[in-house]
């Protein structure tokens, strides 16, 4: 963290982009950084969200240089529901909306599409599983050949466990396969009930995770919160 003292000893006018590779990317965060830091001469369109992983060294898109930051709307319930088309934001109830970053176009050696979990690749405005060709992906996982088998698809699809669409061929990241939580017959996102809780700001973000645990005396999915707390012993 900055002192207000610090910050105004800061001149940013110069700082042509700053590359955003969260996972996922928070549009409130997003928001406060740039209020805050444009004050001391953050360019607007400085901000650039990307998507990447080590396995593909890093880099697999990011948004151009000085674009303003382009924000896909998607409803809740289409998310939350597999290979769901993607309503149009103005179709989609305020209660409902989400908001998710664009995160570009990939780099030049670099493929991606969206794919279901048998391997097909799915149209534009579905979401799916991020899968990436690349000259960059790694030959595998050292000493590990069952993982290696099932990251790649015999036709060299690389399987991110990320989920996501394509927007006109840009890529918007919406969130990991591992962190949907099943409980009473409906799907959420561990990050989604986070942001939910901490954007009344009485949490911070990061002191909050969401995970779901099978109980074995109710016989059923259960929700439990870990909360970050400190306290003088």
Sequence with gaps: KISEVQCKTLDLSTVR????GA????RSVVNKFM????????KTNAMCPAYGMAEAVVGITCSPIGQKLKIKVISRFDLLNSNASIAHAENINH???????????PF??????????D????????VGEIQVKSLSITSGYYNNEKATAKAFYK??????????????GS?????????????NGQNYFSHDLEELVCSQDNIQRGDLVFVGLFDAILQKEVLLAFIKHKVDI
Aim: no cysteine; charged share 25%; glycine share 12%.
């Design 155 to 168: 036709d060299g699809w690389f399987r991110t466990g990320d989920l996501g669409l394509l927007v006109d």
């Design 95 to 105: 209660d409902d909306k989400v908001y998710f970053f664009h995160e570009g176009h």
């Design 171 to 183: 890529l918007v990241v919406t969130g990991r396969i591992k962190d949907i939580i099943f409980v």
């Design 35 to 42: 209020k805050k830091f444009s004050q001391y001469g953050l």
């Design 17 to 20: 982009f700053i590359i955003n």
């Design 108 to 117: 030049k050696g670099t493929s991606i599409r969206i794919a279901d979990f």
């Design 23 to 26: 996972e996922p990317i928070s």
């Design 119 to 126: 391997g097909n690749t799915l149209l534009e405005n579905q």
